[in-house]
């Protein structure tokens, strides 16, 4: 490129630069402080720097600090506690927080049931075939309530539904493996959403539901890892096909 042509008028450069974003400074606070729990340099419980003292080693105002606070806040890393002896309190992510996530994924990109019903079916055989290996004795007792709330017929649509979200969630929890319990926490949630109504799930549906979980949990309890894969498998493959056959549409979208 020739100098008359690199050049504007005046001798200037004709170079365009494009519009630079510039990170507001309760992200840069917040990017920096979630870092350093993240690593583990603020421990589980610790509590962070009170807020003039942040405002003081940050240089920033009062408003940029509460800010940032507000934002770990909301992310589930920090616990606000008020009072005397309040502040702010680290508190590393768990089962809930990544529950959390995906539910405002499912419900923000309004996913349908159908794909739901599949994720399930990737992982939740896997779960039960974890649970029968790693179980203790609290988890089965929490198999059991689930399957004793389960069978309850004096209870309506929504407790059984309930009962049926414990139990998929504690074989979950069973397999002690925290990211596929927060995966299985929300779809189990968003699946209970999708089908609180009497024309998903009828008595047969229900009865069916019992039996199955009463199988798959006997497996769980012996230590039994292919046969809870095998009756978990038939069994999240059969009630998916039940709830989808009872609705005339292929697609069911989340509220």
Known sequence: MSEANAQGRGGRSSIQLSPMKVPKASDVLANELRE??????????????????????????????????????????????????????VQQPGEEAMARTVNLLIRGRQIRLAALLETREAIEPFCAQLAAGARTDEDLAALDAANAAISDDAGGLAKFLQANVDWHVAVARASHNELLSGMMTALSRAIYTATEDENFVDTEVRHTTIRSHETITAAIRDKDGEAAVRRMKRHVHSYAQEILKRDERTEIELP
């Open 36 to 89: 350093r729990i993240l690593t583990g340099e603020f421990a589980e419980g610790m509590g962070l720097p009170a807020e003039r003292d942040l405002v003081t080693q940050t240089g920033m105002s009062r408003t940029t600090v509460r800010e940032a606070l507000r934002i770990l806040e909301v992310q589930g890393l920090i616990r606000i506690k008020a009072g005397r002896t309040g502040g702010a309190f």
